[in-house]
């Protein structure tokens, strides 16, 4: 972890205007840095704190997952990432997520049931799909269909019974991979295909996404075996924009669908989950290993808004632990399934060779991010490029909802209400039309 100094046992924040002191109390976690509980702040000072974009605040207090973006370390309930990418599986990890604690194996037997029957779709969800232009970006029809589960799901909507909100939780984590699949299929125009107990998680993800009624189609194990991985790897990642999203929209007591709708209209932005789509545009646009030097220059000059995508991390500034993971699941899927000599992975381990020896990158701690190598890994499944948000999406659902319960489950939970810096005019009398000319 990493080696910050030890901090003073409490901060004071004195007022030089009128030398009015508060002592702000410091809170401990577990492990990571003390945090300062400025609430006082207002009451005593009359001021408000300003941190945009939250780059010193911990929004809220959580069990779930800790990251020490120095070191490179990714605990989910403290277990490391390395070690349940390598050990464990989506489902068993969307458990400990969700329950703070590796299931038993009658539990995860039970777990895996439960989501298993939740799989299907109700056939007036299902034909919303009709109401899509084919051409419909996926994440837009996957964020709309999941806040219309709020209209069919009556059974879910009392957040404060806790039975209510698990089956909330384990309907949302079995039903997002059927609304990938049939957003998917809406845009071939190819018939929908419905989920097969048979199979699991993953397995069962691929048969939706390609099986057509006209012939058998065999899931390859290391297919599933390499989307479990990508699961893993993105299921849950602290308050990240997308889950501080659910949390926020959540904390108003809304409707527990539509706050996972929020959250996947937020992983959408280029800047977060939909870096995957845009790593893709990126080396495509790039085309050879010959460009890559004009285009790290373009990277680097401020004046021309183009970043080097699947790179750097608000938080990770050594290295992001997924990222290594990915690469090396890369080379197996590549080998076994794809092109091993893939055009496109080749220029992005030259492109991240390239920009790990260049100073513009090296200074500001910019490291590959699980983003920059799971496009590669999603096109050699056979995935398309507009649907790899979505499986960011399906993956980071465990995690949506396991902040959504610790969130309403806490009795402290408040409304979350931001204030803000006034910049704008002050209070001026309303002129009438006739007199602005
Ligand atoms: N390419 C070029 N320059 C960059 C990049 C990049 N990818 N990322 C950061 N920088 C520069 C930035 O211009 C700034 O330079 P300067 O100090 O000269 O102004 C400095 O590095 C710090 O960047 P920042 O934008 O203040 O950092 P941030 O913590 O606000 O942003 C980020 C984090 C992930 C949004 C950003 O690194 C980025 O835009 N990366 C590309 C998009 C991407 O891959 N996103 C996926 C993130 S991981 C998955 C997920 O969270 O969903």
Known sequence: MSNQPAPPA???????????????????????????????????????????????????????????????????????????????????????????ELPTSAQLEEFNRSITRHTMLNESLLRMFNGFHSDAHPMSMVSAVVASMAAFYHDTTD??????????????????????????????????????????????????????????????????????LLFILHADHEQNAST????????????????????????????HGGANEAVLEMLEEIGSVDNVTKFLSRVKDKSDNVRLMGFGHRVYKNFDPRAKLIREMCHKVLGELGDQNDPLFELALRLEEIA???????????????????????????????????????????????????????????IGRPRQLYRGATTRDYVPLVKRG
């Not at 018939?191 to 699991?200: A, E, H, K």
């Not at 020896?357 to 995935?383: M, T, W």
């Open 159 to 228: 957040i404060f019974d806790p039975r209510h909100r698990e089956i909330f939780a384990h309907r949302i984590v079995a039903k997002i991979p059927t609304i990938a699949a049939a957003a998917y299929k809406h845009a071939l125009g190819q018939p929908f295909v419905y989920p097969r107990n048979d199979l699991d998680y993953c397995a069962n993800m691929l048969h939706m996404f390609f099986a057509v009624p006209c012939e058998e189609y065999k899931v390859s194990p290391l297919a599933a075996r390499a989307l479990d």
């Open 244 to 271: 501080s999203t659910v949390r926020l929209a959540g904390s108003t007591g809304c409707n527990p669908y539509a706050a996972i709708s929020a959250g996947v209209s937020a992983l959408w932005g280029p800047s």
């Open 10 to 100: 409490k901060f004071q924040l004195t007022n030089t205007a009128t030398g009015k002191s508060t002592d702000l109390p410091v809170l401990k976690g577990t492990v990571g840095p003390d945090v300062i509980n400025i609430s006082a702040i207002n009451k005593d000072h009359g001021v408000w704190t300003f941190d945009p974009g939250f780059m010193a605040t911990a929004s809220t207090e959580s069990k779930i997952t800790y990251i020490d973006g120095d070191a490179g370390v990714l605990l989910y309930r403290g277990y490391p990432i390395d070690q349940l990418a390598e050990k464990s599986t989506h489902l068993e990890v969307s458990y400990l997520l969700m329950y703070g």
């Open 356 to 414: 790990l020896q260049d100073d513009y990158f090296v200074s500001r701690k910019l490291y590959p991010n699980v983003d920059f190598y799971s496009g590669i890994i999603y096109s050699a499944l056979g995935i398309p490029r507009s649907m790899f948000t979505v499986m960011f999406a399906i993956a980071r659902t465990a995690g949506w909802v396991s902040h959504w319960q610790e969130m309403i489950a806490d009795p402290a939970m408040k």
